[in-house]
C-alpha cells in the first residue's frame, strides 16, 4: 500500500496573486511527510491542488502514471479515491450522527451492504477511539473527537494517500501528542502516504521521515528529517527551530534594513538544538519506512548537534555520537526509554477509548 506522488514544477495563482510557483519534489510512497511555511504561504491551497478541488496553471502531479492535472472531471472522481483527506476541522455533516458521516464516503463511492458498511464504519471508529459514540452528533462532541471522526472517515476506502490539514490546530498539546501517536501507528498499519500540514514545530521536528517549507512562493527545501533540522539555510533553520534571528519576520519577509540591522549588531545565532528521536508507533515495531536515528547524518557525513537521539533522560554529549555512527545505540536501548514508552502506551490507549 502507498503510493509515491512526484509534483513536478506546479504553479499556482488567484487571478494577479501568484500563491507559489515551480513546487517541485515527490511524496515517497509509505513515508509520513510534513509540509510547512508561515502563515498563508499557501499550504491548504497546496492539499486542495493535490486532490484536485484546484487547478494549478502549470505543472504535473504524476500518481502511477496518471498525470492529475490533465484529468477529466470524471477521471479525477476515480482517482480521489486514492486519497483520504482530513480536513481542520472534521468537515463533518452538522445534521448526521459520526456513524453516518464516517458511512457517508461508502455509501456514495461503493456498492457495499448496509452490514459491510456497518462492519467497517464501527472498525474505523474503534481504531479512532470513538467506539460508543457513534450516535453522538458533531455539536456534541469536542473539537479534538471531532477530528478523530473526520480522520475515521477518511480511513474508509482504504486511501493510499492520507492527507492532513492542521491536524493539530485547536488541540491542547496532550491531545497533540496522542494524536501524533494515532497518526504514526496508522501509517504502520495502513503504510499509506502521509502528507501533514502544520504549524506545530514539535509535530514537525518528531512525526515525519521528510519535512518541506514553503516561503517567499517558493518551495525552500523538501527532504529527510534529518536533513532539514541540521541544515545552516537561514530559513529551515529559523522556522524548524522557532528561532527570532532569520529572514522570516511578522510581514512573511523582514526589510532589508531590518535584516542589515541584525546583521550588523554581530549577534550570533543560537546552536541548532538537539535532533529528537522520531516518534515510534505504540506496539514498538518499526514502520516499514523507518529509519534508524542518525542514518541521514551518518551516510551524508553530517554531525548531527550535540544530544541528538538521545533518549528520554539519556546521553546528552557529544561523546555519544561515535557510538551512534557504529550503529550501536538506539532510542529503546536505554531502559529509562522503555518506561516512558510504557507510561506513553497507556496513556494512549486509555485517551482512545475513553474518548
Ligand atoms: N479560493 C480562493 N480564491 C482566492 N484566493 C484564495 C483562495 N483560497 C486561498 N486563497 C488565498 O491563498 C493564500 C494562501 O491561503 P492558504 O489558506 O492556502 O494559506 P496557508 O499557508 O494554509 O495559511 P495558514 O497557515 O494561515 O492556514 C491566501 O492569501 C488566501 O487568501
Redesign the pocket.
Known sequence: MGVEVQIEGLTKS?GR?N?WADVSFTLPAGEISVLL?P????????LKTLVGLLKPEQGHIMIQGRDLTRLSERELYEVRKLFGVLFQDGALFGSMDLYDNVAFPLREHTRKSESEVRRIVMEKLDLVGLAGDEHKLPGQISGGMRKRAGLARALVLEPEIILFD?PDSGLDPVRTTLLNHLIVDLNQQTGATFLI?T?DINTARTVPDNIGLIYRRHLAMFGPREMLLSSQEPVVRQFLNAQRQGPIGMAEEKDASELEAEAASGQELPPLPPIPLQMQPLNGEPRPAERPPGEWCRRNGVVPPPGSFAPAGGFTTPADWPRLQDGTVHGGADPRADTVVLERDRAARDWRHDG
Do not use: A, L, R
Open positions: 488567484f496573486q500563491i511555511g502563515s498563508g504561504t499557501g499550504k491548504s491551497v497546496f492542521e500540514v504549524h
